[in-house]
């Protein structure tokens, strides 16, 4: 069958209908679409507009003369993190904490409809390069050459993913074209490449430096807030934390023993004299991750301000955050992990074999395992006792009935699992969530799930708050009325623990005076109550109301009674889990045997391959089914 030309009634001309068997349909094709684009006027070359400053780095030959900027975290990780970087044998300098002056920079060359962590994080880094040009007399171009910032990413329904875009808009808009943004993620590891020729070396080393700064960040910010708020002498706990953080900067940037410097901290923190007879209410800071843990004016200094309004906050370490992204793998490997072939999802098995989830799973849960390990050893160096990182499997269990383990941004289901963890298991006495204006994951949690919630769960003080950079007069207020009710929930149970326990405030003091290993400023009692002073209570009631005796007797009865809990259930659980065991042996031996037989598969395609029977096209695809 020939062709046969194609008008329509505005007279231009169509494809020919051409026999699908013609041999000629390709060419009539291709003929067609160049007429049309002749026609068009596509068929000029046209210029794209290209991003110059994305992807861009340094080489090995620029690493000498090159600063490389930080910050971001608190006050204490930024420096620590100066220095794990340093020891590297980088050029680092960590930037101030973010301040008022610098959301103002970041609003004047930031887009508009940002929200607050954008702002003061652009901002403060736009800030300090014009102070080096403006005051300090440096040129536009000598600064680009001479400093790159150094910052993570990510990506999800949130802003974050799109920061470094914001720092490049805002440089190029304050006179800084080109300067460079050198950017890793966050769920990249330490496989990401940077060239042969780069100046920066992602390797293994230069993450274990990182994070040991920010373990020990977590350590020292956890010490200084717990033991802060019932200091005896104002300030010196600050006197402390700033000779500490000179002691752990420098074994940081010298690379000498860390855990040796974090013990010669520990005198510091035991000098500091604690008043724990005034019961003072703890207030967990949970929230968008930027606005609960950074220290300036993005929050209004929510930390210090609480501890003036006299309470205790409970902040989030980045530990956690870390356990949440290893939560996150396991969690998405075990829902792929049925998925054969061709899966490259983020957390899918790709071309490594049948057996690839497992091993996945088993570098996972070696990283959950390690970095508990180094936060224990660390904080048990430092004086940093009864610590705890969070169990992020109980958090994802509790949670679930009221947030999908699977919606991600922020914190996810975190929030929630938090707010209930503090009210079921006595945690402390009000839950704040702190959010910048517009934060879209953390404000679906906060001002939606977290109502139900609390109608669930009678007794929660929950406070919602958002901040926007000119609000903390309002931010304060509201934060106030919640803490009013947090003070009287303290009072009530420090009285209560009195009154439980037999024994009088005067007692109480006159004992820790007597006492001075339970009056350490380092003394952690076991957990019993929301608050400290509570639990200090119960720990020391016995010694002042019992003979040593009675003391040993209860211990000997408490510890009898746990093992008859212990004896109790071990047989239901031994028998739950036989039945488990047989319930799914049938489906385990079926994907045994499917494994085995992909692996076969596998192995059977690769000696075709190396004897050259297979072509490799057909190999992989027999691997494949």
Request: glycine share 10%; hydrophobic share 40%.
């Given at each position: 069958?020939?062709?046969?030309?194609?008008?329509?009634?505005d007279?231009?001309?169509?494809?020919?209908?051409?026999?699908?068997?013609?041999?000629?349909?390709?060419?009539e094709l291709?003929?067609?679409e160049?007429?049309?684009?002749?026609?068009l006027?596509?068929?000029?070359?046209?210029?794209?507009?290209?991003?110059?400053?994305?992807?861009?780095?340094?080489?090995?030959?620029?690493?000498a003369?090159i600063?490389m900027?930080?910050?971001?975290?608190?006050?204490?990780?930024d420096?620590?993190?100066?220095?794990?970087?340093?020891?590297?044998?980088?050029?680092?300098q960590m930037?101030?904490?973010?301040t008022?002056?610098?959301?103002?920079?970041?609003?004047?060359?930031?887009?508009?409809?940002?929200?607050n962590?954008?702002?003061?994080t652009?901002?403060t880094?736009?800030k300090?390069?014009?102070?080096?040009?403006?005051?300090?007399?440096?040129?536009?171009?000598?600064?680009?050459?001479?400093?790159?910032?150094?910052?993570?990413?990510?990506?999800g329904?949130?802003?974050?993913?799109?920061?470094?875009?914001e720092?490049?808009?805002?440089?190029?808009?304050?006179g800084?074209?080109?300067?460079?943004?050198?950017?890793?993620?966050q769920?990249?590891?330490?496989?990401?490449?940077t060239?042969?020729?780069?100046?920066?070396?992602?390797?293994?080393?230069?993450?274990?430096g990182?994070?040991?700064?920010?373990?020990?960040?977590?350590?020292?910010?956890?010490?200084?807030?717990r033991?802060?708020?019932?200091?005896?002498?104002v300030?010196d706990?600050d006197?402390?934390?700033?000779?500490?953080?000179?002691?752990?900067?420098?074994?940081?940037?010298?690379?000498?023993?860390?855990?040796?410097?974090?013990?010669?901290c520990?005198p510091?923190?035991?000098?500091?004299?604690?008043?724990?007879?005034?019961?003072?209410?703890?207030?967990?800071?949970?929230?968008?991750?930027?606005?609960?843990?950074?220290?300036?004016?993005?929050?209004?200094?929510?930390?210090?301000?609480?501890?003036?309004?006299?309470?205790?906050?409970?902040?989030?370490?980045?530990?956690?955050?870390?356990?949440?992204?290893v939560?996150?793998?396991?969690?998405d490997?075990?829902q792929?992990k049925?998925?054969?072939?061709?899966?490259?999802?983020?957390?899918?098995?790709g071309?490594?074999?049948?057996f690839?989830?497992?091993k996945?799973?088993?570098?996972?849960f070696a990283?959950?395992?390690?970095?508990?390990?180094?936060?224990q050893?660390?904080?048990?160096?430092?004086?940093?006792?009864?610590?705890?990182?969070?169990?992020?499997?109980?958090?994802?269990?509790?949670?679930?009935?009221y947030?999908n383990?699977?919606?991600?941004?922020?914190?996810?289901?975190m929030?929630?699992?938090?707010?209930?963890?503090?009210?079921?298991d006595?945690?402390?006495?009000?839950?704040?969530?702190?959010k910048?204006?517009?934060?879209?994951?953390?404000?679906g949690v906060?001002?939606?799930?977290?109502s139900?919630?609390?109608?669930k769960?009678?007794?929660?003080i929950?406070?919602?708050?958002?901040?926007?950079?000119?609000g903390r007069?309002?931010f304060?207020?509201?934060?106030?009325?919640?803490?009013?009710?947090?003070?009287q929930?303290?009072?009530?149970?420090?009285?209560?623990?009195?009154?439980?326990?037999?024994?009088?405030?005067?007692?109480?003091?006159?004992?820790?005076?007597?006492?001075?290993?339970?009056?350490?400023?380092?003394?952690?009692?076991?957990?019993?109550?929301?608050?400290?002073?509570?639990?200090?209570?119960?720990?020391?009631?016995?010694?002042?109301?019992?003979?040593?005796?009675?003391?040993?007797?209860?211990?000997?009865?408490?510890?009898?009674?746990?093992?008859?809990?212990?004896?109790?259930?071990?047989?239901?659980?031994?028998?739950?889990?036989?039945?488990?065991?047989?319930?799914s042996?049938?489906?385990?031996?079926?994907?045994v045997?499917e494994?085995?037989?992909?692996?076969?598969d596998?192995r059977?395609a690769?000696?075709?391959k190396?004897t050259?029977?297979?072509?490799?096209?057909?190999?992989?695809?027999?691997?494949?089914?």
């Amino acid at each position: 069958m020939g062709t046969m030309e194609n008008v329509g009634l505005d007279g231009k001309k169509r494809l020919h209908v051409v026999d699908a068997g013609a041999p000629d349909l390709e060419a009539e094709l291709k003929k067609f679409e160049d007429e049309e684009r002749k026609r068009l006027g596509l068929d000029e070359h046209t210029e794209h507009w290209v991003e110059e400053m994305a992807n861009k780095t340094f080489t090995k030959s620029e690493k000498a003369k090159i600063t490389m900027l930080v910050g971001g975290l608190t006050v204490a990780h930024d420096y620590f993190v100066e220095a794990g970087i340093r020891g590297n044998g980088y050029n680092v300098q960590m930037l101030e904490c973010p301040t008022n002056e610098g959301l103002r920079f970041g609003k004047e060359f930031g887009n508009r409809g940002q929200c607050n962590p954008t702002y003061f994080t652009v901002g403060t880094l736009v800030k300090f390069l014009c102070t080096l040009r403006d005051k300090h007399g440096m040129s536009a171009k000598e600064i680009v050459d001479s400093y790159i910032f150094f910052t993570a990413g990510a990506c999800g329904p949130c802003r974050f993913g799109m920061y470094v875009t914001e720092y490049r808009k805002a440089l190029r808009d304050a006179g800084f074209d080109g300067f460079r943004v050198v950017l890793f993620q966050q769920t990249g590891g330490v496989k990401q490449a940077t060239g042969e020729d780069s100046g920066l070396d992602l390797s293994p080393k230069f993450f274990w430096g990182i994070v040991k700064a920010l373990v020990a960040g977590d350590v020292i910010n956890a010490l200084g807030y717990r033991i802060r708020p019932y200091e005896v002498n104002v300030g010196d706990t600050d006197k402390a934390i700033a000779q500490a953080k000179e002691i752990i900067h420098e074994a940081l940037e010298k690379q000498t023993n860390i855990l040796l410097a974090l013990r010669k901290c520990k005198p510091l923190f035991a000098a500091v004299k604690v008043d724990r007879t005034v019961p003072k209410p703890k207030v967990a800071i949970i929230g968008e991750f930027w606005a609960m843990t950074t220290e300036g004016d993005g929050n209004y200094q929510l930390q210090r301000f609480l501890e003036g309004e006299g309470a205790e906050a409970d902040i989030q370490l980045v530990a956690a955050w870390l356990l949440y992204n290893v939560w996150e793998g396991r969690n998405d490997t075990n829902q792929r992990k049925e998925l054969k072939g061709q899966d490259h999802a983020k957390y899918g098995l790709g071309d490594a074999g049948p057996f690839d989830s497992a091993k996945k799973l088993g570098g996972l849960f070696a990283a959950d395992h390690i970095i508990r390990a180094l936060f224990q050893t660390f904080a048990y160096a430092t004086g940093l006792y009864g610590y705890h990182l969070p169990d992020m499997d109980h958090i994802a269990e509790i949670s679930h009935a009221y947030y999908n383990n699977d919606i991600r941004g922020g914190e996810g289901h975190m929030e929630v699992g938090k707010v209930i963890m503090n009210v079921v298991d006595s945690k402390c006495h009000m839950t704040l969530s702190v959010k910048p204006f517009g934060c879209m994951p953390s404000a679906g949690v906060s001002d939606g799930v977290q109502s139900a919630i609390t109608e669930k769960f009678p007794g929660t003080i929950f406070c919602a708050v958002e901040t926007s950079g000119d609000g903390r007069v309002n931010f304060y207020s509201r934060v106030q009325m919640y803490l009013f009710k947090a003070k009287q929930a303290a009072a009530a149970e420090y009285e209560k623990a009195l009154e439980t326990h037999g024994v009088t405030r005067d007692q109480v003091r006159a004992f820790l005076a007597k006492s001075p290993r339970f009056g350490s400023s380092l003394h952690h009692a076991p957990h019993a109550y929301a608050g400290y002073c509570a639990d200090l209570v119960a720990e020391v009631a016995p010694y002042i109301t019992k003979s040593r005796a009675q003391r040993l007797f209860a211990k000997v009865a408490s510890f009898g009674e746990q093992s008859r809990a212990i004896a109790q259930r071990s047989p239901h659980m031994v028998v739950s889990l036989v039945e488990t065991a047989v319930k799914s042996a049938p489906e385990v031996a079926q994907r045994v045997r499917e494994d085995l037989a992909i692996l076969g598969d596998v192995r059977r395609a690769a000696r075709a391959k190396a004897t050259k029977k297979v072509p490799v096209r057909e190999a992989s695809e027999a691997a494949a089914e």
